[in-house]
């Protein structure tokens, strides 16, 4: 099972030029689709078509050109149909050039360019992205094809699936789906999300007429701001003759609770509203449940009540995690900062910042500008080594926002210093020894630069043994892309990259005590042919290419130990070695005592239980696995849900589902699970909105399954019991998501494009019946088969009209969610 990496992000640069001459707009038309899915023995495929129109007057003539474009894996490279050729160039850049006998194409005229996927292509991430075209003569200059259309499938032919693979999922099953919660009325929603420990409600209200006085002790500047900020908000005037309500803000200690996390809330008519909190920390996760309580902002509000109660609570995990891969495309700083914000308003508390990756380095590093001059710049070039190739549909130009940009030193402190202030730990990740291409690319720019220059350190930070004739493919498709572990020259960098960090860490005021140095999908065959690593081997009398990747990683613990850290990583660092494409994990024992933290996203078949196996051995586990918390994967098969889907599908109710905790955890193994992390590997992601509809409100599901106890349905031993409880449980959920949460995200925000379902759908006694996922969102209709919009009819009971019914859910800000269709006869 392939784990197929990829990613998004933005930022201006002003640093870079590109010439105007050097991506200009080529008078073409180009559309993609799929042509049929074929289910054929041994191994199934897909057959799919680029359209090209010369357009303007201008032809295509019969050689001299190139269509690039990328697309993430499976296209099957030679001969085409037409005189036409498909070749490979790097990684997941491909290009389509005339062969022999080629006639050229005709101003006017469309060529067809028919090809294989070598297996079945299910969801849209396969699709050509970013095409441009290059002429043999002028080899530097890229021409845009910018009217591109991507064609999604509608026919049988192109929608065949193997029997219970893939299915498409319809209205009629989405209603069916939505049945297994029920409807609450707003007095039945759990008062605080995501779900306490303990909540005693009282009998009585507090009327608030104006913004509370806020009364707070030493160590909470920044909560003191955020507590008057917040009912700023939602009394912004007040009645100046009411006497206000006092909040009492305190670091104390919380009965019973020993995470520095906890909080006790408490309203009262007599004493007003007290949050104390084991730390400040504690304090700031009191105020986000008390933010919950209030109700949602109405203009102009003047007064409202809030009910008595008290809450006692403490996160489940201490450890509460959302990797966001920033690496292959790029996000800009007010980007990761609105992630923060949302992690802090659900009370998730570890940012894992995948910086780099084979498509892009990030964060500036002193000393070593090429990291960011080479690794954060994309676009084309005829020479190598100038820049990195366009990855993902960035296409040709350097300053597509998306495929180019960094963090600079200062961009970087800022981000530590608003994170620590909503008490959000920044895990940085620096992958190695694999995923390193923007590495090892960038420090070869700078060996030959210096070597030039005469510069006897030119090979100081050199991350490739130019005489390795090692024979690998990484699952992305790259073949030079592994930090040579034979080379000082490669600890040398690590550690010079480490240190940097750390530096900026210790500006920022904000410990690094651990950073996440990747480790996953070293590809078979890489060293095993570098003279460099042989030559280590025999020094080291190491045995085997297992033997040297033990090595490789205990250089790297002993560089993080010596900058005051431990070590953090994907499950291959603490798993042995194979020689085994896909072989199951084995724990590696070497590490175990080493204080490595594993973050464990593998467990597809054979590889179930290797988290608790490995926990069970002495290895510290975060929890990611690619079937529960993947949000790069699709919700499901349809083709129109962006994502992609090497791991399965992803439904909200697929996170909400997840139980961290197994039977096979000893008592010491049960102790090792640190808690549990959403990844999104953006590698479908080329906007924000984009990132918001993967992430959104799936990591809500997180947040709950992070911080609420182990829920009753997980403990029943009755299955009758069980699933009761569950239905209770999941309709509360969905409820308050639908009715508050979401809701309060449109009006005190309006930023966050979450994904709104699409509604289910079904005919019953001759009337169509529709219901939602998340209750509470507005349901609209048309009866003309047409989507509808905020000026439709509002869904307010069964739908007796004839013909085609499209449905869809809005938001509170007017915005559709995708729209269902049934017909009526």
């Known amino acids: 099972m392939m784990r197929y990496h990829l990613a998004a992000c933005v930022l201006a640069l002003s640093t870079l030029t590109f010439p105007v001459h050097a991506a200009q707009r080529e008078p073409l038309k180009m559309r993609w689709e799929v042509l049929r899915n074929e289910l054929t023995q041994p191994r199934s495929r897909t057959k799919a078509r680029i359209s090209i129109t010369a357009l303007k007057g201008k032809a295509l003539p019969a050689q001299g050109w190139s269509l690039y474009f990328n697309t993430a894996y499976g296209i099957v490279t030679g001969p085409l149909d037409g005189q036409l050729t498909m070749e490979k160039v790097s990684g997941g850049l491909y290009r389509v050039r005339p062969a022999a006998g080629f006639k050229g194409l005709n101003a006017g005229r469309t060529l067809h360019v028919d090809y294989y996927f070598s297996g079945l292509l299910i969801k849209m991430e396969r699709a050509p992205a970013g095409p441009y075209l290059v002429y043999d003569a002028e080899p530097d200059v890229a021409h845009v094809i910018g009217d591109y259309q991507m064609l999604l499938p509608t026919r049988s032919a192109q929608l065949q699936r193997p029997a219970g693979e893939h299915e498409l999922v319809t209205p009629q099953q989405t209603y069916r789906n939505n049945a297994g919660a029920d409807v609450l009325p707003a007095a039945a929603l759990p008062l605080v999300f995501p779900t306490p420990l303990a909540l005693k409600p009282g009998a009585g209200r507090v009327h608030l007429a104006r913004a509370p006085q806020v009364i707070s002790g030493p160590g909470l500047k920044y909560e003191t701001a ?111 900062m609105k992630t923060l914000d949302l992690m802090a308003t659900y009370k998730l508390n570890k940012l894992h910042f995948h910086l780099t990756d084979d498509e892009g380095w990030r964060l500036e590093i002193g000393g070593l500008p090429e990291l960011t001059s080479i690794g954060a710049v994309r676009g084309h070039s005829a020479l190598e080594g100038v820049r990195l190739p ?382 939602h996922v998340l209750p509470g969102l507005t349901l609209r209709y048309t009866t003309d088969g047409s989507a509808p919009t905020a000026r439709s009819k509002p869904v307010t009971g069964p739908i007796a009209a004839k013909g085609t019914i499209s449905a869809a859910a809005f938001d509170r800000t007017g915005r559709a969610g995708m729209v269902a269709r049934i017909i009526n006869r």
């Open 226 to 336: 955020l507590a008057r900020a917040l009912f700023a908000r939602y009394l912004p005037q007040g009645d100046a003759s009411r006497t206000p309500v006092p909040l009492r803000l305190r670091i104390g200690v919380v009965d019973g609770q020993r995470s520095p996390e906890a909080y006790e809330l408490s309203i009262s008519a007599d004493d007003g509203i007290s949050i104390t909190g084991n730390s400040a920390a504690g304090v700031a996760r009191g105020l986000q449940s008390l933010h919950d309580l209030l109700p949602l902002p109405t203009p102009g509000a003047a007064q409202f009540d809030l009910p008595e109660l008290s809450v006692t609570d403490a996160p489940r995990f201490a450890y509460r995690g959302f990797q966001l891969d920033v690496a292959r495309n790029f996000q800009p700083k007010e980007v990761v």
């Open 390 to 771: 366009p990855a993902y549909g960035s296409g040709p130009r350097i300053d597509d926002p998306h495929g180019s940009g960094y963090y600079t030193r200062a961009d970087y402190i800022e981000i530590l210093r608003y994170a620590a202030a909503r008490h959000i730990e920044v895990i940085p990740e620096v992958e190695m020894p694999g995923h390193a291409r923007a590495a090892v690319k960038s420090m070869e720019a700078r060996y030959r630069r210096m070597t030039a220059a005469g510069d006897k350190d030119a090979a100081q930070f050199l991350l490739t043994d130019f005489d390795d004739r090692s024979v690998y493919r990484s699952p992305q498709q790259y073949n030079d892309h592994v930090i040579n572990a034979g080379l000082e020259s490669s600890y040398a960098f690590i550690d010079h990259v480490v240190g940097q960090i750390a530096a900026m860490h210790r500006e920022a005021g904000v410990p690094l005590t651990t950073m996440h140095v990747g480790g996953d999908e070293l590809p078979l065959g890489a060293w095993e042919r570098s003279p460099a690593s042989q030559a280590l081997m025999r020094r080291e009398q190491l045995a085997s290419i297992a033997d040297l990747w033990d090595y490789f990683h205990d250089r790297v613990d002993g560089i993080l130990r010596k900058h005051g850290m431990t070590a953090s990583g994907w499950e291959e660092l603490g798993a042995r070695r194979t020689a085994k494409e896909d072989a199951p994990l084995s724990v590696n024992p070497r590490f175990a005592q080493r204080g490595f933290s594993l973050y464990v996203w593998n467990n597809t078949p054979g590889n179930e239980d290797f988290a608790y196996r490995a926990a069970n051995a002495g290895y510290d586990i975060v929890l990611a696995p690619v079937t529960n918390m993947y949000l790069d994967m699709a919700t499901n098969a349809n083709p129109e849900e962006p994502g992609v889907n090497w791991g399965g599908y992803v439904e909200l109710e697929t996170v909400y589902n997840f139980q961290p905790m197994s039977a096979q955890l000893t008592e010491a193994g049960r102790k090792r699970i640190r808690g549990v992390e959403a990844t999104l590997f953006s590698e479908t992601v080329r906007t924000t909105s984009q990132l918001d509809y993967l992430m959104m409100p799936r990591l809500l599901a997180v947040a709950e399954r992070a911080w609420a106890p182990d829920p009753d349905w997980a403990q029943a031993g009755d299955a009758l019991q069980a699933a009761a409880l569950r239905r209770a449980a999941w309709s509360g959920f969905v409820n308050v998501l639908g009715q508050r949460v979401l809701p309060r995200l449109d009006l005190e925000r309006g930023d966050v494009a979450y994904r709104i379902a699409p509604p289910g759908m079904v005919v019953e006694g001759g009337k169509v019946l529709v219901n």
